[in-house]
C-alpha cells in the first residue's frame, strides 16, 4: 500500500494529510483494484480550511477586477498544460474513455478560468438609476465571503473548475469538497494552483460526506453553497444551510424525456438518443441522460431497430484503449444500483435488449465494474425505471400518440433538469420548448450545455446557476443630495 500515490488536501496554501492522518482508498473502476489514497479528512480538517478561506477573504475581495483576473488567467495557463495528466487521473478514478475526454480537458481548463477572469469585471459592476428629480438610487455588487463548492465523481474536473473560479472571480474565497469516489485529479489539480493563487483563496479538503462535507456546509462562516449531485444529497445539504440561511445553488438529479416525433430525421434522432445521450456519455452516469426515450406510435418499430443497431455496435472496455465506447460503472455501490434497477425493470416491464452486467462482458478486466447498455419499452411512465434516477446506461422507451401526451409525460416527474425534443416542425419545436417543465430543452440535438447560456434546473433538479454574477450579492443605495429642495 505504501507505493499507491497519495494525495494531499490543500489548506491556507500547504499540501497536507487528513489532520488524523486516515486514509481513503480510491478504487479503479475498471479493475475493482485500489489505485491510489486520497485523506480521510473530518471535521477539524473542513473548519481549518473554512478558517483559511475566512481570514483570506478581505484582502481577496479587496483585489481590483483586474487583480483578480490577472491570477485567473496564470491559473488557466498553468492547467492547460496539465490537461493530459488530469485526464487520466479522471479515467482512473471514475472510468470515462480517456480518448473521449483527453483531448479537450486541457482546452477546456483554460477556457473555464479564462472565462471567469473575464467575468470579474462584470461581477464588481452595479447600476446607477435616476430615481426622481431629488432622489437617486445605485446598486453596488458584492462576495458573499466563503463559497463551498461541493462536486459529483461523474465529471469532477470540468464541474469543480466551473463552479470554483466563477466564485473566485466574484471576490469570494472557496472551499472544495471533492467526490470520495474520484478525488485524485481534484487534488493534483489542487497542487498545481497552490503555487498561484494566494493562501487560503482556494481550499480542498477530501473525505466522506458525512465527515468532511458536512462540517463545510453547516459552518456559519460558509455563506454560499453551490453543489452537484443526487437530490437527496441536495436535500441533506439544503436543510443544513437552512440553519445558517446559507444561499445555494443545486444542479442535482434528473429523468430527462427524449422525445422523438413522426416528423424527425431519425439518423439524428437515433445517434441523439443512445450515444450522445444516455450509453456511451459515462456509461449513462450524467444527470442530463435522457433516459427516458418518448417516441411516437407511427415509427415505434423502426426507432427501437435503430436504437437496436447503435447499441449492438457499441464497445465495452478498458477506458484507456482508444477502441472503447463505454468504460464501467464508478464504484461497486453504484454497480448494485444500477443492475438493481433492471432486476427491477425485468419485473416492470418488456426488456428489448441488454440487461446483462459483471466479468463476462470484460474478460480481460473481470474485476470491473461493467453494465452493458440496457433497454426497456412500457405504457407506463409510472413504473419505478421512468420516475427514478438510475444512473447508468438503462433507458426505457415509452411510446405515445399525441403531442399532448408526450408533455404530459415529460413532465410527470419529480424532476426538471432536460429535455430533447426530435422534429422537423419548429412551430411544434417551439411549444415543445414551452410546455416542457425543465430547466434546459434541446431541439434536434443534445447535450448542448453550453457557458453562453445558464444551466439550471425546475423541481427536484435544483435551481441556480453557476455564473460570477450568482455569487455576489446586489446592494441598494437611494440618495438624496443635500441642500435639494
Known amino acids: 500500500m505504501s507505493e499507491l500515490p497519495e494525495f494531499r488536501n490543500l489548506i491556507n496554501g500547504e499540501m497536507c494529510p487528513a489532520r488524523s492522518g486516515r486514509m481513503l ?85 483554460r477556457f473555464l478560468w479564462e472565462r471567469a477572469a473575464s467575468m470579474t469585471q462584470p461581477a464588481a459592476t452595479g447600476r446607477s438609476v435616476l430615481l426622481e428629480r431629488e432622489l437617486m438610487g445605485y446598486t453596488l455588487r458584492e462576495p458573499y465571503g466563503v463559497v463551498a463548492v461541493i462536486v459529483p465523481w461523474n465529471s469532477p474536473v470540468a464541474i469543480m473548475a466551473s ?44 473525505g466522506l460526506g458525512a465527515e468532511a462535507g458536512e462540517p463545510i456546509v453547516c459552518d456559519p462562516r460558509v455563506r454560499k453553497i453551490t453543489m452537484t449531485g443526487s437530490t437527496v444529497t441536495g436535500q441533506r445539504i439544503q436543510r443544513a444551510a437552512a440553519e445558517n440561511m446559507t444561499s445555494s445553488v443545486f444542479e442535482l438529479g434528473g429523468k430527462s424525456p427524449n422525445i422523438v416525433l413522426a416528423d424527425a430525421d431519425l439518423d439524428a434522432a437515433t445517434i441523439g438518443v443512445t450515444t450522445t445521450s444516455v450509453f456511451t456519455i459515462n456509461a449513462g452516469q450524467g444527470c442530463v441522460a435522457g433516459s427516458r426515450i418518448l417516441v411516437q406510435r407511427p415509427i415505434l418499430d423502426e426507432m427501437l431497430r435503430r436504437i437496436r443497431s447503435v447499441a449492438e455496435k457499441i464497445v465495452i472496455g478498458d477506458p484507456f484503449d482508444s477502441g472503447t465506447s463505454m468504460g464501467p460503472i464508478v464504484s461497486q455501490v453504484q454497480f448494485d444500483r444500477v443492475t438493481g434497477y433492471i432486476e427491477i425493470g425485468r419485473q416492470e416491464a418488456e426488456l428489448v435488449f441488454g440487461g446483462r452486467s459483471g466479468p463476462a462482458l470484460v474478460p480481460s478486466l473481470p474485476g470491473g465494474y461493467w453494465v452493458e447498455p440496457t433497454l426497456f419499452i412500457t405504457g407506463d411512465n409510472k413504473k419505478r425505471i421512468c420516475q427514478e434516477e438510475i444512473f447508468g446506461p438503462v433507458a426505457v422507451v415509452i411510446p405515445f400518440d399525441t403531442d399532448d401526451e408526450a408533455v404530459a409525460i415529460a413532465n410527470d416527474s419529480v424532476y426538471g433538469l432536460a429535455a430533447g425534443v426530435w422534429t422537423r416542425d419548429m412551430a411544434r419545436a417551439h411549444r415543445f420548448v414551452r410546455d416542457i417543465q425543465a430547466g434546459n430543452v434541446w431541439v434536434n440535438t443534445y447535450l448542448q450545455a453550453r457557458h453562453e447560456l445558464p444551466f439550471s434546473g425546475m423541481k427536484a433538479s435544483g435551481y441556480g446557476h453557476d455564473d460570477a454574477l450568482e455569487f455576489t450579492r446586489e446592494k441598494t443605495a437611494v440618495i438624496r443630495p443635500s441642500g435639494l429642495a
Open 163 to 206: 463552479k470554483a473560479s466563477m466564485a473566485l472571480a466574484a471576490g469570494n474565497t472557496v472551499v472544495v469538497k471533492p467526490p470520495e469516489q474520484a478525488s485524485a485529479a481534484i487534488l493534483r489539480l489542487a497542487e498545481i494552483i497552490a503555487k498561484i493563487l494566494p493562501p487560503g483563496v482556494l481550499n480542498f479538503v477530501s
Open 25 to 109: 482508498d480510491s478504487t479503479n473502476p475498471s479493475t475493482g483494484e485500489v489505485w491510489a489514497r486520497i485523506p480521510a479528512s473530518d471535521a477539524s480538517d473542513a473548519q481549518a480550511a473554512v478558517a483559511a478561506a475566512h481570514a483570506a477573504f478581505a484582502a481577496w475581495s479587496a483585489l481590483s477586477a483586474t487583480g483578480r483576473g490577472y491570477y485567473l488567467k496564470m491559473v488557466a495557463d498553468e492547467l492547460g498544460k496539465h490537461g493530459d495528466e488530469l485526464a487520466r487521473l479522471e479515467t482512473l478514478d471514475n472510468g470515462w474513455p480517456l480518448h473521449t475526454i483527453q483531448p479537450s480537458r486541457g482546452m477546456a481548463m
